[in-house]
């Protein structure tokens, strides 16, 4: 059990003042208690969390390997909400050093790729290889990737996706006000689409229509963020900032 004892609300402090919809809206409640309980009843570290969540998502991998799609995009989701707790933990107990910020990212990016890897194997061992599955998928990493490197954009220039929203001036009276309230980013992101393609269509018994939309989604997120920066970069070249 820890010796130091958190509050509910001292843990909600540790959120993101704006994050993807899917863990804004669906993750976080959950992961705010998990996290409560956790850090007040257990002595487990942020990276054994990490470590963890790794480790579930791999078993998610073997389920959609063996076309448990329904265990699969479960434990694709537990796997994301121990992603979820471990940075909360080292945020409420000032431990998130850039050792661990950087076993997250490492664990989280060849987490994902086995997901990936197993989801697309048991589609091939069920259906056979077909050339447009194939090209789907590549477009669905090459989306993932094109979007992620426009958040790293975007926070180089601009300090990150909070900015992009307040300059933007797309969200405006309820709309506005709602997606404040509930912590939502300008539009989804990636872990929506990650959401869409790993959880919520698998459970359905449609991976790859899951696929299909979160690559269409990665492509046209990727093109309105651009957009959105470079209207904002634009309007403050020619006011002089």
């Not at 300090?159 to 939502?184: D, P, T």
């Amino acid at each position: 059990m820890s010796k130091e004892s958190f509050s509910i609300d001292e843990i909600k402090a540790t959120v993101r003042k704006q994050d993807a919809w899917w863990q804004a809206l669906v993750v976080d409640p959950i992961a705010i208690r998990l996290t409560w309980l956790l850090i007040n009843y257990t002595s487990i570290t942020p990276n054994q969390v990490t470590l963890l969540s790794f480790c579930v998502n791999v078993s998610a991998a073997w389920m959609f390997a063996n076309n448990s799609l329904v265990f699969g995009g479960g434990l694709f989701f537990c796997a994301f909400l121990l992603d979820c707790v471990d940075g909360k933990i080292a945020r409420a107990k000032s431990l998130n050093g850039k050792l661990g910020q950087f076993v997250d990212v490492i664990a989280d990016m060849f987490g994902h790729l086995i997901v990936i890897c197993g989801l697309v194997y048991g589609q091939i061992k069920l259906h056979g290889i077909d050339e447009c599955f194939v090209l789907l998928v590549i477009a669905y990493i090459g989306g993932k990737y094109i979007l992620t490197y426009q958040y790293l954009f975007e926070k180089e220039l601009l300090g990150g996706g909070a900015k992009l929203q307040s300059e933007s001036k797309i969200n405006v009276g309820r709309i506005a006000k709602f997606m404040s309230k509930y912590r939502m980013s300008i539009a989804p992101g990636s872990i929506d689409m990650d959401a869409i393609a790993f959880v919520i269509f698998p459970i359905f018994g449609a991976p790859l229509y899951g696929i299909m939309i979160a690559t269409v989604g990665f492509l046209f997120l990727s093109m309105l963020r651009i957009m959105l920066t470079y209207r904002i970069l634009l309007r403050n070249k020619n006011s002089g900032l």
